[in-house]
């Protein structure tokens, strides 16, 4: 895995071997950003990974809300 770094400013979150130039989120300059140790980058790897997981269970039940409204109706 790559090197991952967090904006010091907002908390954007980027992995690669160098700082992008400029936050894509907040526009903050490189220098605003520090590197991880590879313990934290790894949270920070399961946190987005869960974070994907959530979000597919919530589109699911949303279809899952529709297609009982539609049901109901």
């Not at 400013?9 to 590879?38: Q, R, S």
């Not at 597919?56 to 409204?69: D, F, G, M, S």
């Amino acid at each position: 895995m790559g090197k991952m770094r967090r904006c010091e400013v907002c908390g954007y979150l980027h992995e690669g071997e160098e700082p992008p130039d400029v936050c894509p989120k907040c526009g903050a300059p490189k220098e605003k950003f520090e590197l991880l140790d590879e313990e934290e980058a790894e949270m920070m790897r399961d946190a987005l990974k869960t974070r994907e997981i959530y979000a597919a269970i919530l589109e699911r039940l949303e279809a899952v809300e529709t297609l009982a409204k539609e049901g109901i109706e």
